[in-house]
């Protein structure tokens, strides 16, 4: 059976086991602070069409979730509060590398693995901000 995102810019439930192979267990006002600060520094700019606008937007928007659900799980695997000061410019940087792409017409099943792709990459940018912050001082 092929698995097929909703029309939705917003993930269900249904949308986020698609991409997120574990359960997450993050609360919806972290998910919305997330998204807030990764969307704050941030600047659309699409060079298209007003219908490749709206869609180019609306899929932007579900790899911004998809990644910021990633950092968050990140977040929650390295026992690392997501907020401290230290922390939030990442949601800052994930929403302008992203955001920064462009996209062409993109089939379903290639938008499910982009943003299996955007999950992990979130999870990633948490793993090297630890590395970064705490891990490479204590050895060296």
Do not use: C
Not at 9 to 37: C, E, G, M, Q, Y
Not at 80 to 97: C, D, Q, R, W, Y
Request: hydrophobic share 35%.
């Amino acid at each position: 059976m092929q698995k097929k995102l909703s029309e939705n810019p917003n993930f269900n439930r249904k949308d986020i086991t698609i991409f997120a192979n574990d359960p997450i267990s993050i609360s919806r006002s972290d998910f919305t602070t997330a998204v807030r600060l990764t969307l704050s520094s941030t600047n659309i700019n699409f060079k298209t069409s007003e219908r490749s606008l709206k869609n180019n937007r609306k899929f932007s928007k579900q790899i911004i979730f998809a990644s910021v659900l990633g950092a968050l799980k990140g977040f929650e695997e390295r026992d690392l509060k997501p907020f401290h000061v230290n922390h939030k410019p990442i949601f800052a940087e994930i929403g302008s590398e992203i955001l920064n792409t462009e996209f062409n017409s993109i089939s379903n099943e290639d938008k499910i693995e982009i943003l299996k792709n955007a999950f992990d990459y979130g999870i990633r940018k948490v793993y090297h901000l630890e590395w970064k912050l705490y891990t490479s001082k204590e050895l060296y």
